[in-house]
């Protein structure tokens, strides 16, 4: 782990697998997006029992994920509540994949966020008018490409400042948004170029 004043860096082995789920990346998803809530406002949120949020937060807590913040009571509560948040309001494992050996957990994790990224599509048509355009709020795409060293750098350059307009966009109004990516190498083996003749 390496904290900077507004970014969490996670670099260690039991957190990576910790969030080799896609329940306890949502959660610090919406926690790192909305700020402290408490386990019922999770559960609200994301459409989860409470006693499913408790579990996770649980987990998150134990490997430092996710700390308590204060405490809340609410008119005609009992006892006051539990509010959680990240360590930091940007949480990243960008690093990580740079480690030899954290990536089989990396790869886990990606396979959380894109599982994630599945139902929340389907999720997606049930929970606002899909619109197109510049306020596109649904969609997906996939391409493969042989990019330059220039235009690698390029692509990688929009990706972090989609991210960037992620964190520094953030309303209390507007309607939540997942922006879900991968990025990969992928098999030259099948590359025509190499190969003698030409495609009819």
């Keep these: 782990m390496s904290t900077t004043e507004d970014t969490y860096w996670i670099l260690e082995w039991e957190q990576v697998m910790c969030l080799a789920s896609a329940p306890r990346t949502t959660i610090i998803d ?3 997006a909305d700020g402290p809530m408490s386990v ?3 559960s609200r949120v994301i459409g989860m029992k409470q006693t499913a ?3 996770h937060i649980h987990k998150l807590e134990a490997v430092g994920l996710v700390v308590a913040t204060d405490r809340r009571l609410l008119p005609g509560a009992r006892k006051p509540q539990t509010l959680y948040a990240t360590p930091a309001p940007r949480m990243r494992m ?18 959380a966020v894109l599982r994630q990224a ?11 008018p899909v ?24 692509i990688n350059a929009h990706l972090n400042a989609i991210v960037e ?3 520094q966009s953030n309303t209390e109004t507007g309607q939540p948004i997942a922006v879900s990516w991968a990025i990969s190498p992928v098999s030259d083996d099948t590359n025509p ?7 009819r």
């Design 165 to 167: 307009l992620m964190w």
């Design 53 to 55: 949020v408790y579990h």
């Design 30 to 32: 919406r926690l790192a």
């Design 94 to 111: 960008a690093r990580a994949l740079g480690r030899k050996e954290l990536r089989g957990g990396v790869t886990r994790c990606a396979s």
């Design 131 to 154: 619109h197109d355009g510049s306020d596109r709020n649904h969609g997906f795409g996939r391409q493969i490409a042989r990019p330059s060293p220039e235009a690698l750098e390029k």
């Design 193 to 199: 170029k190499s190969k003698k003749g030409q495609l």
């Design 118 to 128: 599945d139902r929340e599509f389907a999720d997606g048509f049930n929970l606002s």
């Design 40 to 42: 019922d406002d999770l």
